[in-house]
T-cell receptor, first 115, second 109 residues
């Protein structure tokens, strides 16, 4: 399966600041990446689908101006949480999709804590 | 719309067999995945069902009935390391995953 990395693995920031999370596909070109958010003891919630060279598609209820997604290359997608608030504290996970089937490969996740 | 339900928590004993159910309602269906997730880590792939029936892979098996909107994951010879969350996810018409509520499994010695 594909190898996906995320950076940073954890970050603490102050309320009102912005945080950028990187998701890299290390061994294949990913035209599509997905961003998820996971609160403690809950399942993964899809936030948006990131498409290389075009705008991301956001799920209902996710503020696109707050969660900025950029997918400028076939190996890198970034999620920027702007003007972060404590309620944005969560585990953010990205994934890439195998072009040949439906399986997704997940990154190790980024733990964001907003103080 | 889509709705996917799983039991929230289950407890089983080391060496036993446990079945984790996943029921769903969806307007379209492409396939159903099962993932294992340890706390603070990324989900790891366990199985994928497209057609009805049982898929076996070592200690793990997954069953699908599309007409009933039902799947289960069967874990045999439970080990302590199997304590984790188990997530079912389905795809329907797009490549997006819709995850179930997740089941936290605790394996006791």
């Amino acid at each position: 399966g594909a190898v996906v990395s995320q950076h940073p693995s954890w970050v603490i920031c102050k309320s009102g600041t912005s945080v950028k999370i990187e998701c890299r596909s290390l061994d294949f070109q990913a035209t599509t990446m997905f961003w998820y958010r996971q609160f403690p003891k809950q399942s993964l919630m899809l936030m948006a689908t990131s498409n290389e060279g075009s705008k991301a598609t956001y799920e209902q209820g996710v503020e696109k101006d707050k969660f900025l997604i950029n997918h400028a290359s076939l190996t890198l997608s970034t999620l920027t949480v702007t003007s972060a608030h404590p309620e944005d504290s969560s585990f953010y996970i990205c994934s890439t999709r195998d072009r040949l089937d439906y399986e997704q490969y997940f990154g190790p996740g980024t733990r964001l804590t907003v103080t | 719309g889509q709705n996917i339900d799983q039991p929230t928590e289950m407890t089983a004993t080391e060496g036993a067999i446990v079945q984790i159910n996943c029921t769903y309602q969806t307007s379209g269906f492409n396939g159903l995945f099962w993932y294992q997730q340890h706390a603070g880590e990324a989900p790891t792939f366990l199985s994928y069902n497209v057609l009805d029936g049982l898929e076996e892979k070592g200690r793990f098996s997954s069953f699908l009935s599309r007409s009933k909107g039902y799947s289960y994951l069967l874990l045999k010879e439970l080990q302590m390391k199997d304590s984790a969350s188990y997530l079912c996810a389905l795809t329907s018409g797009t490549y997006k995953y819709i995850f179930g509520t997740g089941t936290r499994l605790k394996v006791l010695a």
